[in-house]
């Protein structure tokens, strides 16, 4: 897997940028291989406490209320819903340090502060990310004070290797 990630990075980038999704409305479109309709899962002591999922035309009427920031006008809408209430909830650019044998994730900064987010209250972000390095990510205060964060990205895998549409790393 990991080969073929790393395969697939650098063909984005010698070939270019011209096949990548414009917007998040026709993302379902111009991706090669098919994303899945269901969403792909957070958890944290074996409890799902949020939901990833590509935003789709009617998102906006499908809730009264929800937090919206545009990470990068060029992407796509993702919905990160809530199952639970979620403190100082945070948008973050995530960083990879290289050793040896391992490699550590940290965040970097915060680049968008969305507060406490209560069960059901979606967070929207347009957001593209590219190759298999995880950029951005979410951070998050739970109910007993612990602070969880977790990188997110596209999962670049083919349709045979990738068990979800997004790939969730905790760190």
Request: charged share 20%; glycine share 6%; hydrophobic share 45%.
């Given at each position: 897997?990991?080969?073929?990630?790393?395969?697939?990075?650098?063909?984005?980038?010698?070939?270019?940028?011209n096949?990548?999704p414009?917007t998040?409305y026709n993302?379902?479109d111009?991706?090669?291989?098919?994303?899945?309709?269901?969403?792909?899962?957070?958890?944290?002591?074996?409890?799902?406490?949020?939901?990833?999922?590509?935003?789709?035309d009617d998102?906006?009427?499908?809730?009264?209320?929800?937090?919206?920031?545009?990470?990068?006008?060029?992407?796509?809408?993702?919905?990160?819903?809530?199952y639970?209430?979620?403190?100082?909830?945070?948008?973050?650019?995530?960083?990879?340090?290289?050793?040896?044998?391992?490699?550590e994730?940290?965040?970097?900064?915060?680049?968008?502060?969305?507060?406490?987010?209560?069960?059901?209250?979606p967070?929207?972000?347009?957001?593209?990310?590219?190759?298999?390095?995880?950029?951005?990510?979410?951070?998050?205060?739970?109910k007993?004070?612990?602070?969880?964060?977790?990188?997110?990205?596209?999962?670049m895998?083919?349709?045979?290797?990738?068990p979800?549409?997004?790939?969730?790393?905790?760190?």
């Amino acid at each position: 897997m990991k080969k073929t990630s790393l395969l697939l990075f650098i063909l984005l980038i010698v070939t270019g940028c011209n096949n990548l999704p414009t917007t998040g409305y026709n993302l379902y479109d111009e991706i090669a291989w098919k994303i899945r309709d269901e969403a792909d899962e957070v958890l944290v002591d074996g409890q799902v406490v949020l939901r990833i999922y590509f935003a789709t035309d009617d998102f906006s009427n499908s809730y009264d209320s929800h937090i919206e920031f545009i990470d990068n006008d060029m992407g796509y809408w993702v919905v990160f819903m809530p199952y639970v209430a979620m403190y100082d909830f945070q948008w973050i650019e995530v960083c990879h340090n290289f050793f040896d044998d391992r490699m550590e994730t940290y965040q970097q900064r915060v680049l968008y502060y969305a507060g406490d987010l209560s069960q059901g209250i979606p967070f929207v972000v347009m957001h593209q990310e590219l190759g298999s390095m995880l950029v951005r990510g979410i951070s998050f205060t739970d109910k007993i004070g612990v602070r969880r964060n977790f990188a997110v990205g596209l999962n670049m895998a083919s349709p045979e290797e990738r068990p979800g549409t997004f790939i969730i790393n905790k760190f």
